[in-house]
């Protein structure tokens, strides 16, 4: 048997898929859920540091190849959030807290929070496509990436990943900086801006008007992103991006991936989508006669 097991940053994780952000995230039972299911490790929804109860439906829609959506960041707060985690810690497993904030400050108490409720990593959402004053409006800025990366590192000691966006023109020049900060390790890629017009209505099927495009769809973009990052920079890469089978969490490794994140698929294997894809990542791996997941980073670069 060819062995799952990877490290990220000084997490071990079981098997390289990781239950990515806004998946079952809202609630420390359905995270829970999600690892006893056998998720590697899970991010956590973003959490601000207030209360918001998001955009009006409809806010999410089915795509052809994947989902548009546009929650809004929905979430109880940071300081609400604490008894969630203590449900999420239970099984014992990794649990990685994504924080949102409109500048440093908000994200160093966020993080600062998060890591007294004992979670394992954090993960800045520097990349959330539709969100006036978060997320990819901060991201796509190489400065602003380095600056409220730096600002988190200095408040707290457990690992800092930063989640890009693939909705830049250099996701390397954006990697690079999250990497001068002091990031850990870099998570790519958050959703493709894109939109559904409802043509009987005249108008976008989403009540925000554009959202963010996951799943299968994507995935071509995903790998491209991880392939440029791996060439750009020192620390791991974390894959993610319409990942729905072993042969894609392959070619994501293959790519420069050291772990994966999954989130559409959950949609429609619920908690059977963690032992399917170690099943299938295992079977690639034997049947190529690859001893572990690990031996599989970068190897489509020709350099390992
Ligand atoms: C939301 C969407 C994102 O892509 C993200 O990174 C964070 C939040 C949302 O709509 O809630």
């Not at 400065?143 to 390397?172: C, E, G, H, Q």
Request: net charge positive; aromatic share 6%.
């Amino acid at each position: 048997m060819a062995e799952l097991t990877v490290d990220i940053a000084g997490l071990r994780l079981q098997n390289p898929f990781i239950l990515a952000s806004g998946i079952w995230g809202e609630t420390g039972a359905t995270l829970a859920r999600a690892l006893r299911a056998g998720a590697g490790a899970v991010v956590t929804k973003s959490i601000g540091v207030a209360p918001r109860a998001g955009y009006a439906n409809p806010t999410i829609v089915e795509v052809p190849a994947g989902f548009i959506n546009a929650m809004g960041l929905p979430n109880p707060g940071i300081d609400a959030y604490k008894e969630e985690l203590e449900e999420a810690l239970k099984p014992g497993k990794p649990v990685i807290g994504s924080v949102f904030g409109a500048n440093a400050r908000e994200f160093c108490a966020l993080a600062r929070k998060m890591e007294g409720y004992g979670v394992h990593a954090l993960e800045l959402n520097l990349s959330c496509p539709h969100a006036q004053g978060y997320g990819a409006q901060l991201g796509q800025d190489p400065d602003i990436t380095k600056r409220i990366t730096a600002s988190v590192k200095a408040a707290v000691k457990i690992p800092v990943f930063v989640k890009l966006t693939p909705n830049v023109s250099s996701i390397a020049t954006i990697g690079k900086a999250a990497e001068a900060g002091g990031a850990d390790a870099v998570a790519a890629i958050n959703t493709l801006k894109g939109m559904a017009i409802e043509l009987e209505l005249c108008r976008p099927v989403l009540s925000h008007g554009s959202g963010g495009y996951s799943g299968p769809g994507i995935k071509p973009v995903g790998v491209a992103c991880v392939y440029d990052l791996f060439g750009a920079v020192k620390i791991p890469i974390i894959g993610m991006g319409g990942i729905s089978s072993g042969e894609d969490a392959a070619e994501y490794l293959m790519a420069g991936a050291t772990a994966l994140q999954v989130g559409s698929i959950v949609y429609k294997k619920r908690d059977r989508t963690f032992t399917h894809l170690s099943r299938e990542l295992s079977h690639f791996l034997s049947s190529h006669h690859y001893k572990s997941a690990r031996a599989l980073t970068g190897k489509a670069h020709g350099r390992s």
